[in-house]
């Protein structure tokens, strides 16, 4: 791969000048012609050098000598070293002197200095010499083939390279502009023809050279460098880039559905679990990760660690690793560090989940996992106006029907909702109930709180049960509890399930009405007698536990059973563990799928480039519905794995 190498370092006065001479005066350390077999000196010395300085075997000269190791080959390697890290070997003056002068340098007269102005040798020192802060070196290296076939294996094409980017080494080395100073020397050498430059700023208590800033330098010099063959190459990769996610994301797409779906049966998880809950007892203050005491932090890792064992997140996070080493291939030199699941920073939002549900754990906090309960209906009475044509009504039926396809256009929706206002003028009440849906969702309109209420009001006006709950789980998300609660009622004397059943959370948990068991049980049970798998699942689970009502292993089945059928796979799940604590086997199933979620979210987007206009109106009114007051997911479309208390 072609690529700019960069090697940078400081001096300060006095540095390691005798290493220089220790290693300058060694035997027959003189450049040696000839093909005869490398001698012991020189052996010797190399195998110095490489423990110092270990990245000279990424040198090509290196390549040589382990490929025939000659005297040639081996004084070849020599000098190429001491020349690589002469700036870490000789003092600030003594570096210049070497960089200007030694065997190769392309001159300019008697010396090859250059900078952004002629350069004399003399001036250069004694400005070197009287500076009293640090002087940075930098070391730009191409390979002999890239060089010439670039046209950078002369002194004055790097002259201008570096002048015309000196603004910005001035900036990331957080150096004024007008303060900095520079030198430079081209050395036309064996497999690396390269440049020596030596960097300060004329006010000495100015720059600062961070690994950010080293990035920086090196990448504005290798766009300019490159820049004709990077446009052609990146293309190359924006097209394997787009392949090599859209496979990723279809194979991680079907592991996070089976993670989501699925349930984590880790008696150690458990006992952790129940281990740091008790821990937290103690705990005062914020209960997040970064502020606890290393004794809670290792249980905290512990069981993060036992997550990454379980086989569908070890086989999840193989791929994810898979993904993110072939991109950092496309776009780095280097290979890319695999690190447990636990250090990797893109999953440490599962740190602070487990301290959560070990906290709702120690506080007993009731769980109902209904955030798939689809209860949207689409059964209100069409009170049809007198003299209405059968058009009109099929107007109306596929105006709403519209409203609820994916796959229609934000202009279709758009057209669909004029249709609907046009009907309710004329009468079409009904139409009432699908215009508040439009307002509430964003439906070819920016969302509005204030008309949706308005248009629930008026559908829930005509006495319909599914109008009235719409209207109260709007205010319910709105945290309006008491008025939720009332139109709640209101639907339940209609006999609606999905009233019954939120009506009955909130006496369950005393959430905007008062707590009421005896009433709680009553409307879930008359949920679940109309095959609400939701209210069957949470009546099993209340008498399986035994806490806020008496145990009975036979109704907390009969429940459960009722729900499994149905394919509630929590209600199946703590069937088949019956004899085990539901509170802790459920903490240990949302933290897989908690798991689900942060894979989901750190998937590369398809296509990196941006997306379709119409998906950044959606997020505009995603975002805006946020700022309202919605939770992020009320009523999104399906992006990834959800799972709810």
């Known amino acids: 791969m072609v690529r700019l190498i960069q090697k ?11 290493y220089m001479k220790y290693i300058a ?17 020189q052996r010797q010395l190399i195998e110095n050098l490489l423990r110092v300085f270990p990245d000279a075997a990424e040198l090509g000269e290196y390549s040589d000598y382990r490929s025939a190791p000659t005297t040639g080959s081996a004084s070849s390697l020599i000098s190429a ?66 060089a010439a076939r670039l046209g950078y294996d002369h002194a004055e094409s790097w002259r201008k390279l570096i002048k015309a980017h000196q603004v910005e080494i001035a900036e990331a080395m957080k150096i004024p502009s007008d303060r900095l100073r520079w030198y430079a020397a081209f050395h036309d050498e064996g497999h690396h023809p390269h440049v020596h430059a030596m960097v300060w700023s004329a006010d000495p208590s100015q720059g600062r050279l961070t690994k950010e800033g080293v990035k920086m330098i090196r990448s504005k010099l290798t766009n300019d460098i490159f820049q004709d063959e990077m446009y052609t190459l990146y293309q190359e990769k924006d097209i394997c880039y787009k392949d090599l996610v859209a496979a ?31 821990s937290l007892e103690t705990v005062k203050g914020k209960k997040i990760y970064g502020y606890l005491k290393k004794p809670a932090k290792a249980q905290v890792d512990a069981i993060v660690d036992e997550l990454a064992k379980l086989p569908e997140v070890a086989e999840c996070y193989e791929v994810w690793n898979g993904l993110r080493d072939e991109l950092e291939n496309y776009y780095k030199d280097t290979p890319r560090w695999r690190l447990p699941l636990s250090q990797q920073k893109e999953f440490r939002a599962i740190k602070n989940l487990v301290i959560q549900e070990a906290e709702k754990l120690r506080l007993g906090v009731f769980s109902f996992e209904d ?7 689409e059964a209100v009475s069409e009170v049809l106006p007198q003299g209405t044509e059968y058009g009109e009504v099929l107007e109306y039926r596929q105006a709403a029907t519209l409203l609820c396809d994916d796959d229609v256009t934000w202009a279709e929706k758009r057209e669909a909702v004029k249709t609907l206002e046009l009907l309710w003028d004329k009468g079409f009440i ?13 439906l070819g309109v920016l969302p509005d709180d204030e008309k949706a209420e308005e248009w629930f009001r008026r559908s829930a ?11 109260g789980r709007f205010l319910q998300r709105q945290g309006r ?108 199933a949302r933290l897989l799928h908690h798991m689900s979620n942060i894979f989901w979210e750190t998937l590369p987007p398809p296509n990196p480039a941006g997306g379709h206009v119409e998906s950044k109106l959606m997020r505009r009114i995603h975002e805006k519905k946020i700022a309202m007051g919605h939770k992020a997911d009320d009523h999104e479309d399906y992006q990834g794995p959800s799972m709810s208390m």
Not at 117 to 129: D, G, K, T, Y
Not at 371 to 377: P, V, Y
Not at 503 to 528: F, H, T, Y
Not at 563 to 572: D, E, P, R, V, Y
């Open 371 to 377: 955030a798939e309960m689809n209860d949207e209906s």
């Open 81 to 146: 070293v001491l020349d690589a890290n002469a700036h870490k070997l000789t003092d600030r003056d003594g570096y210049m002197r070497y960089i200007a002068t030694r065997p190769r340098v392309e001159r300019h007269g008697e010396h090859g200095l250059f900078s952004s102005r002629p350069a004399s040798l003399n001036a250069a020192l004694r400005e070197v010499e009287q500076h009293s802060g640090n002087v940075w070196t930098f070391i730009w290296s191409l390979r002999r083939e890239d």
């Open 481 to 588: 509890m008491g008025k939720a609660a009332l139109w709640y009622e209101r639907a339940c004397e209609f006999g609606n399930q999905y009233a019954q059943y939120r009506l009955g959370k909130m006496c369950l948990l005393g959430d905007g009405v008062p707590k009421d068991i005896e009433r709680a049980v009553q409307l879930l049970s008359d949920s679940a007698s109309q095959r609400n798998p939701y209210a069957q699942y949470v009546l099993g689970k209340l008498y399986l536990q035994g806490k806020e009502v008496g145990q009975d292993q036979d109704t907390a089945e009969y429940w459960l059973t009722q729900s499994a059928n149905q394919g509630n796979s929590f209600a199946q799940f703590l069937l088949d563990h019956r004899q085990r604590d539901p509170s802790v086997l459920l903490c240990t």
């Open 25 to 41: 005066t060694r035997e027959r350390v003189e450049k040696l012609e000839g093909s005869g077999p490398v001698t012991k000196g």
């Open 461 to 471: 006006a005509i006495g319909d049960a599914q109008p009235q709950y719409a209207l």
């Open 430 to 442: 009904a139409a009432a109930y699908h215009l508040g849906k439009v307002y509430r969702d964003g």
């Open 8 to 18: 940078s370092g400081y001096i300060k006065a006095g540095s390691a000048s005798g």
């Open 248 to 278: 990723a994301r279809r194979s991680m797409r079907e592991l996070i559905e089976k993670m989501r779906t699925g349930f984590c049966d880790s008696p150690v998880i458990e006992n952790n679990l129940l281990e740091l809950s008790q």
